[in-house]
């Protein structure tokens, strides 16, 4: 079982719909979460970033933890077909020698006009 | 005025062969790392480097080095190339003391034929 788990997709949603994207994870140890958005042959970009519990937003998205159920969420308002990408959840403990993120396989997104 | 750049975007070569992988970022952090990406989008920590210490990922092949000539310079050597690490690699920079939040480079698709 990997520490991240992430449904790979793909996500085929209208435009305009809201979409949720979610990771579960198994070390309870993680305390920085992080989202990421990468486009077909480009690198990861950093969306969102959370640190413990609660919920952040930013314009269109929303990024939520749940650290007792062990899962975070993304959510995106309003999605554009510009919002087709692969979105990939990342995290760290809060006393990890190097700071390494550890990611979730990604889930695509596909926004249809 | 790319913040995290890597070279050569696409790289070609025989088994057997030695290559590099050059990387550099401009945004003052101190930390760098290589993540490796599989054919399946599967981001995996390799390398994380600041100018105190070396953390491997155990699961590396010591055929993989980097080298760190200044702070914003982590280049990736890999000797005796095998079909296996065909892969996308990515460079990528955190500030340390902060959430560990990192910026990617573009990403070094490397095929071994």
């Known amino acids: 079982q990997k520490e991240v788990e992430q449904d790979p997709g793909p996500l085929s949603v209208p435009e305009g719909a809201i979409v949720s994207l979610n990771c579960t994870y198994s070390?309870?140890?993680?305390?920085?979460f992080m989202w990421y958005r990468q486009y077909s042959r480009k690198g990861p970009e950093l969306l969102m970033y959370t640190y413990s519990s609660g919920n952040k937003e930013d314009g269109r998205f929303t990024a939520q933890v749940d650290k007792s159920s062990k899962y975070i969420s993304l959510f995106i308002r309003d999605s554009q077909p510009s919002d087709s990408a692969t979105y990939l959840c990342?995290?760290?403990?809060?006393?990890?020698?190097?700071?390494?993120?550890?990611f979730g396989g990604g889930t695509r997104l596909m926004v249809k006009p | 005025d790319t913040a995290v750049s890597q070279t050569p975007k696409y790289l070609v070569t025989q088994m057997g062969n030695d290559k590099s992988i050059k990387c550099e970022q401009n945004l003052g952090h101190d930390t760098m790392y290589w993540y490796k990406q599989d054919s399946k989008k599967f981001l995996k920590i390799m390398f994380s480097y600041n100018n105190k210490e070396l953390i491997i990922n155990e699961t590396v092949p010591n055929r993989f080095s980097p080298k760190s000539p200044d702070k914003a310079h982590l280049n990736l050597h890999i000797n005796s190339l095998e079909l296996g690490d065909s892969a996308v690699y990515f460079c990528a920079s955190s500030q340390e003391g902060k959430g560990g939040e990192a910026f990617f480079g573009q990403g070094t698709r490397l095929t071994v034929v």
């Open positions: 070390n309870s140890a993680f305390q920085y």
């Open positions: 990342a995290m760290r403990t809060n006393n990890n020698a190097g700071n390494m993120l550890t």
